[in-house]
């Protein structure tokens, strides 16, 4: 009977399907929409495009949005027969193309576009249309980096590009106790028939935000509130934020659960359907993605957040928040507007799916692709790239959630290595990371064992894991002056397009960032859409990580940098990049930089441009140091992690010309969560270099200088 439920369910969603084919009309007199039918058994995907009169188009021509263009490709269109050739654009980017077609190419009624299997292995059309066109020749009339995710048709892609970063917050309007550096955060489930244990356990580690991670009942009245308010309430009291996970009864930002469009018929509008009508499965047989365009829709998701606010909760979060742009921005906006009119400054947290646009009026990002830390069957693990993106992302005050990446142990790819009796258990080294390169740790997907275990009390090893994490965060705690109000310090700018590492498909540089930073090149990620005068003042050196396009500004820039004395190492990128660089290495570098002797290449080649880096660390190979300044002051703090075994003896060369005016030797200190010896040897200072021997690094140690 379920099942049955089920398919008249997915029925009924799909009923319009037959109209929909004919019910498109011309769209505000100019675009003509389209929809797309399954890809053949080549690959071929087709659209049919309906036009009542083919005489009314001056100057008919298809737009199209192609993701992963590859000059080589040779791609071409079909419109009822007649073949045109794509232009040629850059590879491995979303691209505007704009193809005339002459009228009589045309015809009233059904149009059949298709695009040949043959060439679409190397790109895939992610919108089509036909409008009246300007251009006389087909063209590339606009290029972008976001990942298709971000930008799912045209009218996203013309907000994306022509965005000029409007309605982005100040570091100035962020609440004070969300700043970066403050936060210690627990989002790893609530146990209603535990919450005095929940609170002492904040107590112990020294959380000061919660993730109310359960749905906000609509019935104010019901035992379900209840609970909800009184969990707000008992963490208000004892100083704890909570947070808001973002959605009401079954209906969320992120999900439709298929019992509720049963239940409530007049949801099945609110489902998000494909160029059929066929409605889209978040998870086959649960439930469906929502549609952000549908206002029925997105009043519901926004009563959730006000009955939220309403009950006090300190902040919102939105999990999976993907989808249009445009649209995502317009929900957002909706929710501001709502605390606003109450007179709350709530931070919003948008989980963007490396959606930078998106992620930039947020106020907290999630860093994504994460996985443990540490040296695992000989491969070293870090996030170290994923911090620098999501920091240049927040403009580098904006707070950001660092966790493992995946879903609960046992299941593929939880993005934890030390895993014993189903719960996770190293906790200490991704604490370190992500409070070493400006994030916070999310204790998140801690699996029911490892809960159940802490929260009870019952279970040794749990409670082992649990020491860990109180240890770390009473160190954070102690010592929160040395992670607020801090800017990065770098001599190595790196130009790089606003795509985060984990969201590349084919631009695949991740091994080059990775690189970088494990030979202690620390680098500020500069990313081409904020490119702008000024912008790359300070640095020695800037690297150009294969980037296949830069528009005339961001080109101009570039070449002023250049002109006043900066040094730029490319990696392969584009004609125009090569004939300005310094130095350049071939695009394959950026791969093959795993191999040693290409490392090496690399490394000299950089020291030639940078100098010397900033920090230079002797005899730990697996040790990564990052360096932060207190602006307006000569207080500079040098972060060690150590990803594999401990590290005895480690000589560090800190070279701080042009970042501080003078170093007192008596003034530094040597801080560690870990049991290990706490004072620095061998201190010596010569000008503005500063060298001296840490006894042991076993996982985290700070240095903390004037």
């Not at 100057?59 to 993701?67: A, E, H, S, T």
């Not at 654009?89 to 193809?99: E, N, T, Y």
């Not at 927040?394 to 290595?417: L, M, R, T, V």
């Not at 699996?447 to 009473?474: E, F, V």
């Amino acid at each position: 009977m379920a099942r049955q439920s089920r398919i008249c369910a997915i029925a009924v969603l799909m009923g319009g399907l037959a109209a929909a084919l004919y019910a498109y009309q011309e769209s505000g007199g100019r675009m003509y929409p389209t929809i797309a039918l399954p890809a053949g058994n080549a690959g071929q995907k087709t659209y049919v495009i309906r036009i009542e009169d083919v005489k009314a188009i001056a100057n008919p021509g298809l737009v199209i949005l192609v993701d992963n263009t590859d000059a080589s490709a040779k791609g071409s269109v079909d419109v009822n027969g007649n073949v045109y050739p794509f232009p040629q654009s850059p590879a491995g980017l979303l691209a505007k193309l704009v193809i005339p077609v002459k009228p009589e190419h045309l015809r009233n009624g059904l149009n059949r576009i298709s695009y040949p299997g043959s060439s679409a292995k190397t790109y895939q059309v992610l919108d089509s249309r036909i409008q009246a066109v300007n251009e006389t020749s087909a063209q590339v009339a606009g290029l972008s980096y976001l990942p298709r995710a971000a930008v799912p048709g045209l009218a996203d892609f013309d907000l994306v590009t022509n965005d000029k970063g409007a309605g982005k917050r100040k570091e100035s309007e962020l609440v004070p106790w969300a700043k970066r550096g403050t936060v210690r955060y627990y989002r790893a489930g609530v146990d209603f028939n535990h919450v005095d244990r929940l609170i002492e356990m904040f107590k112990e580690a020294r959380i000061n935000l919660a993730m109310l991670q359960t749905v906000t009942p609509d019935n104010l009245q019901s035992p379900e509130y209840k609970r909800y308010k009184d969990f707000i309430d008992r963490c208000h009291a004892a100083g704890i934020k909570v947070m808001f996970d973002g959605g009401t009864g079954d209906v969320r930002l992120n999900a439709i659960s298929i019992d509720s469009v049963l239940l409530h018929p007049q949801m099945r509008d609110w489902v998000s359907k494909d160029d059929l009508g066929f409605p889209l499965w978040r998870t086959p047989n649960r439930s469906f993605w929502p549609d952000l365009k549908n206002k029925d829709y997105r009043k519901e998701v926004l009563k959730a957040a006000e009955i939220a606010v309403d009950s006090g909760a300190d902040a919102f979060y939105y999990d999976w928040a993907i989808g249009g742009t445009s649209d995502l921005l317009g929900f957002f906006n909706d929710v501001r507007e709502m605390t606003i009119r109450k007179g709350k400054n709530i931070p919003i947290y948008g989980n963007c799916k490396g959606n930078i646009m998106v992620e930039e009026r947020c106020d907290f990002t999630k860093s994504e692709g994460t996985e443990e830390a540490g040296v695992w069957d000989g491969k070293w693990v870090h996030n170290v790239a994923q911090a620098r993106f999501y920091y240049a992302a927040g403009d580098g005050w904006k707070p950001y959630e660092s966790k493992y990446e995946g879903a609960d142990p046992g299941k593929p790819n939880p993005g934890a290595h030390d895993v014993r009796d189903e719960m996770k258990m190293g906790w200490k080294r991704p604490i370190a990371e992500a409070a070493a390169f400006q994030s916070f740790f999310a204790i998140a997907e801690a699996g029911r064992p490892l809960l159940q275990g802490w929260i009870q009390k019952d279970n040794a090893m749990a409670m082992t894991a649990w020491a860990d994490i109180c240890r770390y965060h009473n160190f954070l705690a102690d010592h929160e002056d040395l992670y607020t109000d801090v800017k990065t310090v770098s001599n190595i700018g790196l130009i790089a397009p606003p795509v985060i590492p984990s969201f590349e498909m084919s631009l695949k540089r991740a091994p080059l960032y990775n690189a970088l930073v494990e030979l202690n090149f620390m680098y500020d990620v500069v990313l081409l859409s904020r490119l702008s005068e000024g912008s790359l003042a300070g640095y020695k050196a800037i690297v150009i990580p294969d980037v296949p396009w830069t528009d005339e500004n961001q080109q101009h820039v570039i070449q002023r940098y250049k002109q006043g004395g900066g040094r730029v190492l490319t990696v392969g990128s584009s004609e125009e990049l090569r004939k300005t660089a310094s130095t350049v290495l071939p695009a394959s570098l950026a791969e093959d930089i795993q191999k040693q002797p290409v490392r090496d290449e690399f490394k000299r080649e950089l020291l030639k441009l940078a100098g010397d880096p900033l920090v230079a660390v002797q005899n730990a190979r697996y040790v990564i140091a990052n360096l932060v300044r207190k602006p307006g002051s000569d207080r500079v703090i040098a972060h060690f992690v150590n990803y594999g075994p401990a590290a005895e003896s480690v000589n560090v060369r800190l070279n701080l010309a042009g970042v501080v005016k003078q170093i007192n030797p008596k003034n530094m200190r040597l801080l560690s969560p870990d049991n290990v010896t706490k004072e620095l040897k061998d201190v010596s200072v010569n000008g503005a270099a500063v060298t001296f021997t840490i006894p042991k690094i076993e996982i985290y140690d700070v240095v903390a200088i004037n």
